[in-house]
């Protein structure tokens, strides 16, 4: 069943190009629904989105595929010790000092929660450790002794997962860090085009999905607005094959404004839960990403 919700839409002007053209970027909210009284209407764009995605061969090939949800990294528990270790790991800094298996078996299993499973290429300890230890500073560090492999729980499009993980030893911490040992599936080839940018098309591509709720019946995503208006409204389209996201920038304001980029987490209520149905962007006729604060997620993109 189609859902539809109502909200002015407002011109372009020149929001777009600063958007996207800009290097600096402010992530504030936390989950606000929409700045207006009323929730956004979703448009003719969001329902050819929908059409081209609801039984096509892409939508077959993304209910068969690995897609992760949910965070590839997750921390050790009661991470962290002190503000040096945090820092640490929000730079990648790592130093290894142990050795990593330099075997390890070929593929690896992804097992859904739900029933069924899927044998994908293992990543290998030292590629994995790869991932995660980018930095290169002489600033704080966190000190890996040595990695086994193991399994961690995961969200994914189709539901929750157990996955292989590399069980990263750190010095000073009782458990490990857990790194996912997968690559996702190749992302289907999209159905439909990007929207084209005219005068008239109010629409933004959204920055990142950010949390499907437990129960599945809301979703938070961040999109991106500018300093002269009243922030992003995200509308949403629900069939029984897809939730299609169409996010836009509403109460513009005129006169000078400046030229940096702001991220806004906005969730949006379901009329149910999402289950398997593919939440796309109704801009880029896509997947939405997952994502975190910090920047793109490992995960797929």
Same mark, same amino acid.
């Given at each position: ?25 402010? #992530? /504030?909210?936390? &989950?606000? +629904? ?7 209407? =979703?448009?003719?764009? !969001?329902?050819?989105? %929908? ?90 560090? #966190? /000190?890996?002794? &040595?990695? +086994? ?7 994914? =499009?189709?539901?929750? !997962?157990?996955?292989? %993980? ?91 404004? /400046? ?43």
């Amino acid at each position: 069943m189609d859902t539809t919700r109502t909200t002015p839409r407002t011109p372009h002007l020149l929001i777009t190009l600063t958007l996207l053209t800009t290097a600096a970027a402010a #992530l /504030t909210g936390c &989950g606000d +629904k929409w700045p207006g009284s009323s929730p956004p209407e =979703s448009g003719p764009r !969001a329902r050819q989105v %929908a059409e081209a995605w609801d039984g096509s061969q892409a939508a077959e090939v993304w209910r068969k595929g690995y897609y992760p949800m949910g965070e590839s990294v997750q921390l050790p528990d009661g991470a962290f010790r002190n503000e040096d270790d945090k820092l640490a790991y929000m730079t990648q800094n790592f130093v290894l000092r142990g050795k990593l298996p330099a075997t390890s078996p070929k593929d690896g299993k992804v097992e859904w929660k739900s029933g069924g499973s899927l044998t994908l290429p293992l990543t290998g300890a030292q590629a994995a450790y790869e991932t995660v230890a980018r930095g290169g500073s002489d600033g704080p560090h #966190l /000190t890996v002794t &040595g990695a +086994k492999l193991g399994e961690m729980a995961l969200a994914t =499009s189709r539901g929750p !997962a157990t996955v292989p %993980a590399w069980m990263f030893t750190l010095d000073g911490y009782d458990t490990p860090l857990k790194q996912v040992a997968l690559s996702p599936s190749k992302l289907p080839k999209p159905p439909i085009k990007p929207a084209r940018e005219t005068p008239t098309n109010h629409l933004m591509p959204l920055d990142r999905l950010a949390e499907v709720a437990d129960d599945g019946r809301s979703v938070t995503v961040v999109a991106n607005h500018g300093s002269c208006d009243d922030g992003p409204a995200v509308a949403v389209l629900e069939t029984d094959g897809s939730v299609v996201l169409s996010a836009s920038v509403v109460g513009t304001k005129d006169g000078p404004c /400046t030229s940096d980029l702001r991220a806004k987490k906005v969730t949006v209520e379901l009329d149910r839960p999402l289950a398997d149905r593919i939440l796309l962007d109704a801009f880029t006729g896509r997947p939405v990403p997952y994502g975190h604060s910090e920047g793109p997620s490992p995960s797929w993109s």
